[in-house]
């Protein structure tokens, strides 16, 4: 069994900043990596950073500048920063792990519950 808890989720006013974390815990060898996506109302699911074991990371176009994807490998755990947040931001954040279970089988589709993000104007 592997989980992934969130938290940090909230309200806050456009403008402001918000910190998100998810710690990946069970049955797992290697964390190779961690992501953050988001779905808003009646849009589909979309990545908003991800990072590597290595600590490569890649964002969506509408977050560079504002959000940091940063993890801690020894804890498996990734934290999203988010700063000067903006109404279209609103949406559940979901963390996912890519990773090598202890039983030697790759994964890429395992997600937290997510965790509500909304921005007010």
């Known amino acids: 069994q592997v989980q992934l808890v969130e938290s940090g989720g909230g309200l806050v006013q456009a403008g402001g900043s918000l910190r998100l974390s998810c710690a990946a815990s069970?049955?797992?060898?290697?964390?190779?990596?961690m992501g953050w996506y988001r779905q808003a109302p009646g849009k589909q699911r979309e990545l908003v950073a991800r990072?590597?074991?290595?600590?490569?990371?890649n964002y969506v176009d509408s977050v560079k500048g504002r959000f940091t994807i940063s993890r801690d490998n020894a804890e498996n755990t990734v934290y999203l920063q988010m700063n000067s947040l903006k109404p279209e931001d609103t949406a559940v954040y979901y963390c996912?792990?890519?990773?090598?279970?202890?039983?030697?089988?790759?994964?890429?589709?395992?997600w937290g519950q997510g965790t509500q993000v909304t921005v007010s104007s």
């Open positions: 990072i590597t074991r290595g600590g490569r990371t």
């Open positions: 069970g049955s797992i060898f290697s964390i190779t990596a």
């Open positions: 996912n792990a890519e990773f090598i279970a202890t039983n030697g089988v790759r994964r890429i589709d395992y």
